[in-house]
């Protein structure tokens, strides 16, 4: 397993081994020791799986609020995805910047989102499903957003009429993010 830093810290880019033949494929979708020895101690205790049927579909940017923040490791089984975070850590070098990268069915990456990032995603083809880990579960009092398109962040989507859920139409933008990082 190949485990990257990216030019945000604490944003890692992970690439399993692929052990492929004629019957198709083998990999490990996530090694704890693999991500000890990068200094990556998480303790995942829920995944979740999403299908979007339509390209276009945009989720996002959610994050949740100290003390439940949680952390996701994300992939793509089905599909592809343009995948965002964005550092909404007050006090970080690169506080609102964000990095986009593209996992799919096909390379297999996974993207390591830490506490104190919004993460979104935008669906490049029909019936993508993603999976991801977290290590905190799922809190409605604790939950927020952050509008896809807040023209600060000025995030390069490869959409431009994205189809949302009525939630995340609502986020309001980063300037009036309610963030406790």
Known sequence: ????PLKIDGLYLVEPVVHQDSRGFFLESYNEDAFLEHGLDYRFVQDNHSLSCEAGVTRGLHYQLNPKAQTKLVRVTAGAIYDVAVDIRKDSETFGQWIGVILSEENKRQLLVPKGFAHGFCTLITNTQVMYKVDNYYSPEHD????WNDKDLNIDWPVSNPILSEKDKNHPEFRNSEINF
């Open 1 to 4: 397993m190949k485990i990257t």
């Open 144 to 147: 927020r957003g952050i509008i």
